[in-house]
Every structure is written in structure tokens, then in C-alpha cells.
């Protein structure tokens, strides 16, 4: 019975030692939650790896308010892929709009489509042939809904570019309150130089000057010893008070595919090749052999949410000697300007390399 009274009493104390550590963990611990825990900066970061599409040639990217609208070369179709976020952009809701004829000259080999809204109007560029590349030419594609997963794509047929010839990665863009269309192409009907040539559109499916080459691949990493020469993929991009033509040359067979630049001061002519100017930096973007990025290029733009930030979007291959393939992956990543209003692309990131997110993702 004594026994009993003694571990009674040892339960006892126990218990007030208890609850007195409860009471005071219980009255202190409205200080503690209300202090933002202190944790390092680099955990807290929002990150995503390359590549953001394991295939994904040619791609091109439109900003629609706070979402992202891309596309890129199926090869069978052409197809938009729509996210809020482009580092979660295999997550995005992807739908075929349109589907080629069984037949005739835009049936096969559906390359390189740009998605543009033109006058309140969504256009898509596409290039395509009947199974034969040397019949490649540029079509247009037309929706008048407000949103281009909405409404009906009508095929207004061939751009007939001046000339008559062989032509893919037609692009558009507004310089000035004018519209102008440029592609790569060849100067005559064999596949000797693909060129870099522009035109002033009309409406965005009529052609209103001839054709002015821009530029011809005679540089070194252009050449890059192939046959024939490539200067391909053209890409505007305007800042301040110049216009930048971006573009791709080497093959992109080969794992030298760069990408280039010229540009001009806004206020001049973009049909006057005198205006232009080529890069002196050239290439800027090149192979990363380190880090898994083979033949960059074929890239479009786009701005973070914020509209802060500028960002590249690519296509490279994870392997050396993978060629014009299905393996050619999306990537992207940020980029910079120099002093000088250039933009600084440096040497492609590390292929699975945590990237952090564009800004407000």
C-alpha cells in the first residue's frame, strides 16, 4: 500500500512537469508562427530542367496575355500547344488544328509553323510540299475567332512569294506600321544556297513588292563545309531603336548549326540590304559539346509574365551527330543585353541543369 501511495505521488509530478512545459509551448507559440521562418534563399528557388518537349523541332512561341501559345514541325499536322506556364509546357493543352489534303501541294512534309495574330486575326505560316522537297512553298492558314483553339482555320492556299521558288520558315513582323514577310529560299529552281530574303505584305496572304535577299551563308560557320550552304529559320526580334533578323545556318544536319544575327536601325528600310548589318559576334549561340546541346537554333522568343525578362526558345539535339531528327528537343533559357542594346546569348545551358523558372511561373 505504501508502494502504491509513493508511485502515485512520482505520476504526479510527472504530470505537473507536463503540463507545465504544455502551457508554456502553448502561450509562446503565437510568437513563433508569426515570424516567416528563416530558410535559404537557393531552396526556396522555383526551378525546371531542359529539355520542356523531348521532340520538339522548329519551335515558335506567341504571347497571348498571360498565357503561351507554341508550335513546332510534327511533320503530318499542325498542332498549338496552350500554357500559363512555359517551363511546365509538356502539362499544356495540346489540339490539332489543322490537318493536310490526302493529296496535291501542301499535303506532306508540314514544316516549321509560326502561329501570328495580324488586324485582330490569327494566321498560321506553314510551309509544305506533295512528299517532294524540292515543290516546298509557303501557305497561310486563317482564323477569325478570338481564340485560335476556338473558330474555324481556313487554308487560304499558297503565299505566292515573287518568283516562284522554293521556300520554307516564312515569318512575319511589323516594323513601322508596316508588314513585311521574310523566308529562306532559293535564288533559282536547284538547291544550291538556301538564302534569307524578305517581302512587304499587302494583306498576310498577299505579297505587294519583289523579293530582296537579305543575306547569303559566305561566312565561315555559315558554309561550315556543306552542301548545299543554309542560312534558314529567320526570326525578328525589336528593341529600342533597332530591328535584329535572327536566323540559322550550317545544316542542321551537322552539329556546327548556329545561330546568326544582322540588324539595322529601326528608322531605316528592311528592303534596302544596305540597311542591314551582320553581326560581328557571329555565331552567337553555337554547340554546347559538354552539355548535351548539339546544333542550336530554329529559336523564337518570348517575354516572362512580367514582360521583364527575355527568353530564347530552341531546339538542339541531346547527342552529337543526331542530325535533322525527331531527337531535336525544345530547351530554353534567359538571355541578356550588353551596354550596347545587343543581346548576350552565351554558350547554351547544360542539358538537365536546374534552370530558374521565367519570372511570376
Known amino acids: ?55 520538339g523541332a522548329d519551335p515558335w512561341v506567341y504571347k497571348n496575355g498571360n498565357e503561351y501559345i507554341v508550335t513546332f514541325t510534327t511533320g503530318n499536322n499542325i498542332t498549338l500547344i496552350r500554357t500559363e506556364k512555359m517551363s511546365e509546357l509538356k502539362n499544356g ?16 512534309e508540314i514544316w516549321a509553323p509560326e502561329l501570328h495574330k ?46 516562284d521558288k522554293w521556300a520554307i520558315d516564312g515569318t512575319h513582323v511589323e516594323i513601322n506600321n508596316e508588314h513585311y514577310f521574310a523566308w529562306s529560299g532559293w535564288s ?19 505579297v505587294s513588292t519583289e523579293r530582296v535577299c537579305l543575306l547569303k551563308p ?28 535572327f536566323y540559322s545556318a550550317g545544316g542542321c544536319w551537322t552539329d556546327g548549326y548556329s545561330i546568326g544575327m544582322i540588324l539595322m536601325e529601326l528608322s531605316k528600310n528592311p528592303l534596302d540590304v544596305n540597311s542591314w548589318t551582320r553581326s560581328e559576334n557571329n555565331p552567337l549561340f553555337k554547340s554546347n559539346t559538354t552539355g548535351n546541346t548539339f546544333g542550336p537554333g ?10 521583364k525578362e527575355d527568353w530564347i526558345l530552341y531546339h538542339a539535339n541531346p547527342q552529337p551527330g543526331q542530325g ?18 545587343l543581346p548576350v546569348f552565351g554558350i547554351p545551358e547544360q542539358l538537365g541543369k536546374e534552370l530558374i523558372r521565367p519570372a511570376e511561373e
Open 218 to 245: 559566305t561566312a565561315t560557320w555559315e558554309t561550315n563545309n556543306t552542301n548545299p550552304l543554309v542560312a534558314e529559320a529567320p526570326q525578328f526580334l525589336i528593341r529600342d531603336n533597332k530591328v535584329f533578323l
Open 93 to 108: 493543352t495540346k489540339k490539332i488544328i489543322w490537318t493536310p489534303p490526302s493529296s496535291g501541294f501542301n499535303s506532306k
Open 118 to 163: 495580324i488586324n485582330g486575326k490569327w494566321y498560321v505560316y506553314y510551309a509544305a510540299s506533295d512528299g517532294d522537297n524540292k515543290n516546298h512553298k509557303m501557305w497561310v492558314l486563317e482564323n477569325t475567332s478570338q481564340d485560335p483553339f476556338l473558330g474555324t482555320w481556313v487554308d487560304k492556299g499558297e503565299l505566292k512569294l515573287p518568283d
Open 324 to 341: 535533322c531528327s525527331e531527337n531535336r528537343s525544345m530547351r530554353m533559357e534567359q538571355f541578356s543585353w550588353d551596354k550596347d542594346g
Open 188 to 206: 533559282g529552281d536547284t538547291n544550291v544556297s538556301q538564302n534569307l530574303y524578305i517581302v512587304k505584305l499587302e494583306t498576310p496572304f498577299k
Open 1 to 55: 500500500m505504501e508502494l502504491l501511495k509513493i508511485k502515485l505521488r512520482i505520476y504526479g509530478a510527472i504530470s505537473i512537469v507536463c503540463l507545465t512545459i504544455s502551457v508554456f509551448i502553448s502561450c509562446n507559440s503565437s510568437q513563433i508562427s508569426s515570424e516567416s521562418p528563416k530558410i535559404d534563399a537557393m531552396s526556396t528557388a522555383t526551378t525546371f530542367k531542359n529539355p520542356i518537349l523531348s521532340s
Open 298 to 307: 530554329h529559336n523564337s522568343f518570348f517575354k516572362s509574365l512580367n514582360g
